[in-house]
């Protein structure tokens, strides 16, 4: 039987990637409060983080009817600059002293991978963090104000993207720049090994979105 691969996000980012690398799959939106859990179980640590969450936003939607059968893969990113964990801004001030004090300097992207095989009744779960650094250009004030003022960087982890806008204000990427985008679909590959399902099975049309 062809394996069926449900994507635990919310990201858009996350489901193009996907989508453009031909992996079928669909959306379901986990329920899982990110700053409750982390507080909640104490991690500080951002590559600690980021496979806390991704395995959260799995198991929550494993748990779920719909899930049933499938491969459920949960995904979460988290920016270290100078030890310190940065995730999504939310607000324009926030992200413009984000990108200020990243601007000229390099980071970590962190992102955790979490699947979780839900075909039979005793569904097991792997996971594992996949981290590339970010080299950023010196950005000038006018140049951070514009580009929060789009945005784009308040609901992305680190203030910044890689595929689209803030795509400019990189300079190099060492590591997977998949990563960078949120999923690195190379990993995603691994995993899906743990459970002898070869990527190629999942090749196919573009995703669809759960109701």
Not at 48 to 56: H, K, S, V, W
Not at 62 to 89: H, I, R, T
Not at 109 to 131: E, F, I, P, Q, Y
Not at 132 to 141: H, K, M, N
Request: proline share 3%.
């Amino acid at each position: 039987m062809t394996a069926r691969l449900i994507l635990a996000s919310a990201s858009p980012a996350r489901t193009k990637l996907l989508s453009e690398a031909g992996i079928t799959h669909s959306v379901l939106v986990s329920d899982v409060d990110e700053e409750a859990l982390t507080a909640q179980q104490g991690v500080t640590d951002p590559h600690d983080t980021a496979l806390l969450l991704a395995r959260a936003k799995a198991e929550a939607v494993a748990a779920l009817a719909e899930s049933q059968g499938a491969l459920v893969l949960g995904c979460d990113s988290v920016f270290e600059l100078d030890g310190v964990a940065y995730g999504k801004p939310y607000e324009a001030e926030v992200a413009k002293r984000r990108i200020a004090a990243m601007s000229g300097r390099s980071g970590v992207l962190h992102t955790g991978h979490w699947l979780v095989d839900n075909r039979s009744t005793a569904a097991a779960g792997h996971g594992t963090v996949a981290s590339a650094t970010v080299q950023f250009a010196e950005l000038s004030d006018a140049e951070i104000t514009a580009y929060v003022a789009t945005g784009e960087p308040l609901q992305v982890a680190g203030s910044f993207t890689i595929d689209s806008l803030g795509g400019a204000f990189i300079t190099s990427v060492t590591g997977d720049p998949h990563t960078v985008v949120g999923l690195s679909v190379s990993t995603l590959r691994e995993l899906l090994a743990k459970y002898q399902v070869g990527i190629t099975e999942l090749w196919g049309s573009r995703s669809t979105a759960e109701p």
